[in-house]
């Protein structure tokens, strides 16, 4: 299906809807850096029609590497912008859910979205766990108070974490303006698969 097409175009208005409404549920809290022993980072990337996460747990501040976990799936859905979150959340689901971890970085949009629900709030809302968005841009549309630049990254609420705590925790752990749980797990997604 093409974007103009009026089924996808009704359909993508009932899951917008239904976006907003989900945002009402991402909870803003302070997290503490010393309550943050355990960080785990998801990123999915694409080779033909399969789907490729990695998942990679990581002792804080540090960020040893403790485990690692990779799935291929068929791609389930086209990319859409803004639409994201339909693409990538059943990969990096499948790939988080063995691991323990205190926080998760999520490769793309909190509530730094234009429907105040990207990819980080829904994953972090599945999980029920404090979660951060980090993006290599802001989307257009997004109010600035919901993201901020630390380092080469666009951080946002997630879930269960407010702004500050996601920006000092993100600034603790990068590499090369990165947050370094997401720079290994995104290697590893673009990885041979051995």
Same mark, same amino acid.
């Given at each position: 299906?093409?974007?103009?097409?009026?089924?996808?175009?009704?359909?993508?208005?009932?899951?917008?809807?239904?976006?907003?409404?989900?945002?009402?549920?991402?909870?803003?809290?302070?997290?503490?850096?010393?309550?943050?022993?355990?960080?785990?980072?998801?990123?999915?990337?694409? +080779?033909?029609?399969?789907?490729? /996460?990695? #998942?990679? %747990?990581?002792?804080? !501040?540090?960020?040893?590497? @403790?485990? =690692?976990? &990779?799935?291929?799936?068929?791609?389930?859905?086209?990319?859409?912008?803004?639409?994201?979150?339909?693409?990538?959340?059943?990969?990096?689901?499948?790939?988080?859910?063995?691991?323990?971890?205190?926080?998760?970085?999520?490769?793309?949009?909190?509530?730094?979205?234009?429907?105040?629900?990207?990819?980080?709030?829904?994953?972090?809302?599945?999980?029920? +766990?404090?979660?951060?968005?980090? /993006?290599? #841009?802001? %989307?257009?549309?997004? !109010?600035?108070?919901?993201? @901020?630049? =630390?380092? &080469?990254?666009?951080?946002?609420?997630?879930?269960?974490?407010?702004?500050?705590?996601?920006?000092?925790?993100?600034?603790?752990?990068?590499?090369?303006?990165?947050?370094?749980?997401?720079?290994?797990?995104?290697?590893?997604?673009?990885?041979?698969?051995?």
């Amino acid at each position: 299906m093409r974007v103009n097409d009026d089924a996808l175009r009704l359909k993508l208005g009932r899951i917008s809807e239904i976006q907003r409404r989900l945002s009402q549920r991402i909870v803003e809290r302070p997290v503490k850096l010393s309550e943050v022993k355990l960080v785990s980072g998801v990123d999915v990337s694409y +080779k033909g029609k399969l789907a490729r /996460a990695a #998942a990679v %747990l990581c002792t804080f !501040p540090d960020c040893e590497v @403790v485990s =690692v976990n &990779k799935v291929s799936i068929e791609v389930p859905f086209s990319y859409i912008p803004t639409f994201f979150f339909l693409r990538e959340t059943r990969p990096a689901f499948l790939s988080l859910r063995s691991l323990n971890f205190d926080l998760l970085f999520v490769e793309g949009h909190g509530k730094a979205h234009p429907r105040g629900y990207g990819l980080a709030s829904h994953i972090g809302v599945l999980i029920n +766990k404090p979660t951060i968005g980090i /993006a290599k #841009a802001p %989307l257009k549309g997004v !109010p600035p108070q919901t993201y @901020v630049k =630390v380092g &080469k990254a666009y951080v946002s609420v997630g879930h269960l974490i407010d702004l500050e705590s996601a920006v000092e925790i993100t600034a603790s752990i990068l590499e090369n303006g990165y947050p370094r749980p997401l720079r290994i797990a995104h290697r590893l997604s673009k990885g041979e698969w051995t």
